[in-house]
C-alpha cells in the first residue's frame, strides 16, 4: 500500500470509473527514487513524461505543479519510491479523446523495495521470458499505461531468487527486462538494445550513455540477439529504483563480473542518486 | 456519461487508485449491444471475456453473478451499449500481480451512438491511419485493456464524414479498423486478416464466419495489404454495436455495393441483434 496519495494534487485514494487510463491505458507514469525526502533525477523524469505527453497528443501538464506535488508527496520519506501517473483523464465511450480532454495528475508514494537495500555490486540472477515485448515504433521509448506484456512476462516466476527476466520482440531481438533496460559489455564498448519498436527508454540508461560519452567509452544502440549476449564479458541492468545490477547469471550462462567497466557503473549508480 | 454504472454489484462511479486496470490496462472489456433491456450475443461475449481471462490468468469470473449484472445494468434501456470491464483489481507496486488478486466487475450503461440508428446498409467512407497497431502474439485476439494504438489511430481524423480508419501492423499487414473487423469480398470468397499477432477478434466477426460456413461460402484468415484491398469486389466492416457496414469508400477507391454479398450480410446484422 502507498504511504500516501494525491490525486490532482488532493488527497484521494479513488478516482472516477471514466478515466481513460484504466479503460484504455492512455497515460504515461514514472517510477522515481525517494532520497532524503525529495525525487532523484527530477529533470530526467520529467523530460520523458514530457515527450510522452506530446507523442500521445496529452496536454502539456503543468511543471511547476508536478514538481510541487511531487515534492509534497515525497516530504519527510527518508526513502521510498514515487510513482507518477498522467491519464488522459475522464472520457466518453470509444477509442476518441475528448476534444478538451482533462488530465489526471496522480502520486503514490511507496516503500523502497527489499533489493533497493541489497548491496548493488553483488551480481543478479535473470532469465529469459516466453512473453513477447509488444512491437509498435508508435509507442517505443515513452513510459505509457500498456504494460501488459511486462505484467505477463513477470508471471513467468515466482522463484525470489531470479531477479529479473529479459524480453524478446516477436522478431527475436532482446528488448531488455521487464523493468530495466539491458547494457551489454564486449571488453571495449557498451551495447544496448535499440528502442524503435520496442521497449522503454530508462532514466538510468540515458545516464549510461550519457556518462559513458563523458568517460570516452564507445556505446551502439543495436539489435541484439541471445547469441550475442552469452558472448559477452559482461552484462548489467539499470532501472531508476535500483540503479545499476551486473547480471552474475543469465539462464546457465555465468559471467565474470571483475570484466565490467565498474569505473562507469560506479559512477552512473551514484548519479541515479543524485537529485537533479 | 453512462446511464447506469455498477462497480462489484453495487452502483458507484469510482474505483481504487490502486487498480492495475489503471496502471497496466490489467484487465479486459466487452462492449455489448443492449436491445430491449437486454444485452445481444452474451454468450459470444462471455467466451471472449473467459478466453481472455484465461490468457492473462485473471481468475475466472462467476458467470452467473456476470450475467445478472449484466442483466441489471441492462435493465428497461430499450437500446444502448454495456461496457463491461473486469480488472485484475487492486495490487501492490511493480509488474507482478498479487498471488490472490481480486478482480473488479464493472459494467456502464451508455446510450446507442447516433451511427447505431442510422441505415446499416448506406455505404461508409473508410481511410487509412498511419498509427500501426501493436504486434505481440501474446495479446492477439483478446480484447484487453491495451489500446493505446487504437486511441492514437483514432486521434488522427476529426472529419465526421469519415466512420472508421483501418490499421496496418508494423509489417505492412492489415490488421482491421480501429474498433471493427474487416472482410474482403472477392467475388466468390470471404477473405479476413489472421489475427495471430495484432488484433481483435470481434463477436460479429465471428458470426460472419459461422455464418458463411452455414451457407457455403468460403472464408479465408490470411494477411491482406493495402493491393489487396483496392482489388477487392467490395469491403465490410463488422462490430457489436454497428452490426455490417458496407465500405463505399476507401481513400481514393470506390467500391460498388452492388457486389457485395447481401444474403450473408443480411444475417449477420440479424444476428448480432439476437440475444443468444
Known amino acids: 500500500m502507498p504511504l500516501r496519495t494525491l490525486i490532482d494534487g488532493e488527497e484521494a485514494d479513488h478516482l472516477s470509473v471514466l478515466d481513460r487510463g484504466l479503460h484504455y491505458g492512455d497515460g504515461l507514469f514514472e517510477t522515481i527514487l525517494l532520497r532524503d525526502g525529495r525525487p532523484c533525477q527530477w529533470q530526467r523524469h520529467l523530460e520523458r513524461l514530457l515527450l510522452g505527453a506530446e507523442r500521445l497528443a496529452i496536454p502539456t501538464p503543468d511543471v511547476r505543479l508536478l514538481r510541487e506535488e511531487a515534492w509534497r508527496a515525497a516530504h519527510a520519506l527518508s526513502s521510498g519510491v514515487l510513482k507518477l501517473i498522467l491519464s488522459r483523464g ?131 544502440l543495436t539489435r541484439l540477439e541471445p547469441d550475442d549476449l552469452s558472448a559477452a564479458s559482461g552484462l548489467f541492468l539499470t532501472n531508476s529504483i535500483l540503479g545499476v545490477r551486473p547480471v552474475q547469471t543469465l539462464g546457465g550462462a555465468r559471467f565474470d563480473l571483475e570484466r565490467l567497466p565498474w569505473r562507469l557503473m560506479e559512477a552512473v549508480h551514484e548519479a541515479a542518486q543524485e537529485f537533479e
Request: hydrophobic residues 45%; proline residues 8%; charged residues 15%.
Open 90 to 220: 475522464a472520457g466518453g465511450r470509444g477509442y476518441r479523446p475528448p476534444r478538451a480532454p482533462n488530465p489526471i495528475r496522480i502520486f503514490l508514494a511507496y516503500p523502497l523495495p527489499a533489493a533497493g537495500a541489497q548491496d548493488w555490486r553483488q551480481g543478479i540472477a535473470v532469465r529469459y521470458c516466453q512473453t513477447p515485448a509488444s512491437i509498435n515504433p508508435a509507442l517505443a521509448g515513452i513510459k505509457h499505461l500498456n504494460r501488459l506484456d511486462s505484467v505477463l512476462a513477470r508471471l513467468e516466476w515466482g522463484d525470489a531468487a531470479v531477479a529479473e527476466g529479459l524480453m524478446l520482440d516477436p522478431l527475436g531481438s532482446i528488448v531488455g527486462g521487464t523493468m530495466s533496460n539491458l547494457f551489454l559489455w564486449d571488453g571495449a564498448r557498451l551495447l544496448s538494445p535499440l528502442l524503435d519498436r520496442c521497449g522503454i527508454a530508462g532514466t538510468v540508461r540515458g545516464l549510461v550513455l550519457h556518462l559513458a560519452a563523458t568517460m570516452g567509452i564507445e556505446s551502439l
